[in-house]
């Protein structure tokens, strides 16, 4: 694994990235583009390496890894609008990152999902970049004051310290959205609530990973279903008794494995069948 830091310029300023490649090698590889969760309050690259070197080995390809403007310092739209800057440097200087431009998918969880939506619906709008598959971990889609409330009212779960860990994690999201998008207009606008977007067609293919016990599990099956009827292929993977976040817990947690192994094969399968061989 060979893996460097850099900075992407943007509008506002630079970014900070980091890329993972499997190996190297004098041809071009495959690229994803990713997003870390943090709910547009934390620009850490360090919290997801493990899970960005993962990807990056199983679907043999190049992973770099973007970290937006965090609030409350930069508020709405300064996150989707970095996502993008980085998303288009990224297709425009691929071959220095030794990326194939033609194989380039884009993918995050969370809130990171959140942003890679809002980069697709903008590149098919604008034409740029050129993006052939979406990986969303389970996505946060709807930040919408009535779906915010319907995350705060979780029902009961078996496990007393997994509703203890749900309950102190929904009680931050309205304030810690607050951070980000201070009014319901901010937050119903679709670079902050993708399930608001009025038009999904001609969106790339998507796998979307789903958790059992996430609060934000109705918004990600929404999300889905949006995008079925929009006529995008999308495969849901819904993984039982697991949490938002479970796939960070690959190295002890069977259905962390399972998911990791389920998206490097989705995204080995785009990728390498993107363009001929």
């Known amino acids: 694994m060979y893996v460097r830091e850099l900075e992407i310029p943007a509008p506002h300023g630079p970014l900070l990235a980091r890329v993972y490649a499997p190996s190297q090698s004098a041809e071009l590889q495959a690229g994803l583009i990713f997003f870390a969760a943090g709910f547009y309050v934390l620009d850490d690259l360090s919290g997801h390496a493990a899970l960005c070197q ?3 080995v199983s679907a043999d390809c190049v992973v770099v890894s973007v970290t937006p403007r965090a609030a409350p310092e930069h508020r709405f739209p300064a996150a989707a609008d970095d996502a993008y800057a980085a998303a288009c ?11 194939d431009h033609r194989r380039l998918a884009i993918g995050g969880e969370s809130t990171g999902a959140s942003l890679a939506t809002g980069v697709c619906r903008l590149a098919k709008e604008r034409r740029n970049p050129a993006l052939c598959f979406q990986l969303l971990l389970y996505p946060v889609t709807d930040l919408r004051a009535d779906a915010v409330a319907r995350v705060s009212q979780l029902h009961e779960v078996p496990d007393a310290e997994l509703n203890q860990l749900r309950r102190l994690t929904t009680g931050m999201v309205p304030s810690t959205i607050a951070l980000y998008a201070g009014t319901e207009a901010e937050r119903a606008d679709p670079r902050c609530s993708p399930l608001a977007a009025g038009n999904l067609i001609g969106l790339p293919p998507a796998l979307i990973v789903d958790a059992e016990l996430d609060a934000f599990s109705e918004q990600v099956e929404g999300y889905a279903r949006a995008l079925q009827r929009a006529e995008v292929p999308v495969t849901l993977s819904r993984y039982a008794g697991v949490g938002h976040g479970f796939v960070h817990a690959f190295a002890f947690l069977d259905p962390g494995r399972e998911a990791l192994a389920e998206c490097g094969a989705a995204l ?10």
């Open 89 to 99: 440097w990224i297709h425009e200087n691929a071959d220095e990152l030794g990326i």
């Open 54 to 56: 993962q990807l990056a």
């Open 268 to 277: 080995r399968t785009a990728l390498h069948g993107a363009v001929p061989n």
